[in-house]
């Protein structure tokens, strides 16, 4: 894939810290969009979701925005948590028919969260 | 509520052997998708599965690659002589069928396959 030998971004942040979380898409033609959290060992967990047709969506915690303008996903983590240490992933989908099936992810970000 | 199970969860091949990976989907999800994860990078799309049915194989290499869903048993990922290239983490997630366009994924927690 085009990001063999590249690290991964990091994101360090203190406990109680808010963090936010940048992702750039593609596929101008997606219009689904998921946020995916990802521990040590584990298979990714579903964070939040947005549809295309709104710029912002918020969950406990979290806040997702999207700028299709630009094709901009971002995710804001309020009152960061030592447990939300992870490795962070943007997701997309869409386009119509079968291709709803087909995530396309990021690249994803490491965010360690200092106590 | 069991959620997605796959095994094994570690997997250890020399070049060449076979390697079968397992996913059993939530119970009652009728669509599968496995995915690849190298070191450091994002999952990658292999295959979208209904039962009896591969909807969706584009990111499927062409050879030694196949994927099955069969009406009873688990979902099998099917990797014939592999190679050290094939090392890598294989998710496989489930979606219930729904009404809308958009089914949320439920993940596995991968087969870690090394290919010696």
């Known amino acids: 894939g085009e990001n063999v030998g590249l690290h991964l971004p990091t994101l360090s942040v203190q406990e109680g810290d808010n963090s936010i979380i940048n992702c750039a898409y593609s596929n101008s033609a997606s219009d689904y969009f998921i946020w995916y959290k990802q521990e040590s060992g584990k298979g990714p967990q579903f964070i939040i979701d947005i549809r295309s047709n709104m710029d912002k969506r918020q969950g406990q915690r979290v806040t997702v925005l999207l700028n299709k303008t630009v094709k901009h996903l971002s995710l804001q983590i309020a009152a960061t948590q030592p447990g939300d240490s992870a490795v962070y992933f943007c997701?997309?989908?869409?386009?119509?028919?079968?291709?709803?099936?087909?995530?396309?992810f990021g690249q994803g970000t490491i965010l360690t969260v200092h106590p | 509520n069991a959620g997605v199970m796959q095994n094994p969860r570690h997997l250890v091949r020399r070049r060449g052997q076979e390697a079968r990976l397992r996913c059993s989907p939530v119970?009652?999800?009728?669509?599968v998708y496995w995915y690849r994860q190298l070191p450091e990078e994002g999952l990658k799309f292999m295959v979208y599965l209904q039962k009896e049915n591969i909807i969706d194989e584009s990111g499927m290499p062409k050879e030694r690659f196949s994927a099955e869903f069969p009406k009873e048993g688990p979902s099998i990922l099917r990797i014939q002589q592999v190679v050290r290239g094939d090392s890598a983490a294989y998710f496989c997630a489930s979606s219930p069928f729904g009404k809308g366009p958009y089914n949320e994924q439920f993940f596995g927690p991968g087969t870690r396959l090394t290919v010696l």
């Open positions: 997701a997309e989908t869409g386009g119509g028919g079968t291709s709803y099936g087909k995530l396309t």
């Open positions: 119970k009652g999800h009728s669509h």
